[in-house]
């Protein structure tokens, strides 16, 4: 199950983007260039598939209406998030959401349509929505009682998962009290806690491949277990080489950064097969590591089918030659918005390639800002 396409209107740095997507799909870009809102397209039907906020929550989450739409959208103010989806052996699916505010700042529905193949399975507004204009604060995605003829559509939505770990959060477990799925990492060692506890066999296959590849990154690492102190909380524990036999041993507190990021990649890669967001994985890592980041991706693709959609600055990482020009997405800032161009449809790039370029030499220079050596002029 993946997405194919997405298409934005108003919608933060963007005011008109259309592109395609590949089971993997590399964001790069120049700093504040909208890699993160792009993905947070897909964050946001996330949120609104969630019961438990829907489309309110998931608009008022990200500052409002106002905040969302594009600073340059001047007619037609509406903001459009669409998608389409293959789900399984089905039609390509559709959903276009297109959303506004009313008088009284509330997000407001402006049109809703869920597309199976060639059949068109919902079109809002309907006659209900005119006679009843509240209706319209309220997706029927979001609605178990509406969306019965496309619930595996949202199902697919609710299902997307987003990472950036931060590793100081991870550091310290007691912030993850009452939090839940947290993207950042505050209760990432309770996630593992909770999957240790409904499926320990699952868990424990999961810990050692885990603890396999960490030692590979980290050779001092010899064992990994979580384990639950007095209080509750869980912790993770790693065991070093060390001179005496039952010494050597962390917990996360001691983790470097390093450890702790990989280690959170490495789980998100093997939880779940639904679409994965990811942030700058490479950050803190050594670029031996780094270079293998879509290898993996590639091997978790073909083995279970997952899409994984990340952003980058890392010119490691896009040393892979098995990386396809397809999967490269451009971020080019204008003046006015942000532009989307596929790599392999710039001719500059092609052009770099054909010449025995990577991916990574042929991309990432074109996203260093202009007078980026003005820089080290700083403090003078």
Known sequence: MRFTRLRLEKWRNFLNVDISLQRRAFLVGPNASGKSNLLDAF???RDIADAQGGFQQAVNSRGGVSQIRSLHARRYPNIVVEVEAQLNSDPVWGYRLEFSQDNLRRPIIKKEIVRRGQEIILNRPDKDD???SDRLTQTHLEQVNANKKFRNLAEFFSQVRYLHIVPQ???????????????FGGDFLEQLARTQRANSQVFGSRLRRIKDALGVAVPQLKGLVLERDERGIAHLK????????????????????????LLGLLWAFLDGTAPLLLEEPELSLHSGVVRHIPQMMARIGRKTGRQILMSTHSAD????????PEEVLLLVPSNEDTNVEIAVDNEQIRALLEGGASIGEAVIPRTAPRHAQQLAMFGE
């Open 130 to 132: 005119e006679d009843d």
């Open 169 to 183: 959060l991870v550091r310290e477990p007691e912030r993850s009290v009452g939090k839940v799925s947290d993207p």
């Open 238 to 261: 790693g065991r070093y080489s060390h001179w005496r036999p039952n010494a050597g041993w962390q917990t996360e507190g001691q983790f470097s950064d390093g450890t702790l990021r």
């Open 43 to 45: 964050r946001f039907l």
């Open 317 to 324: 990482l896009l040393s892979d030659e098995g990386i396809a």
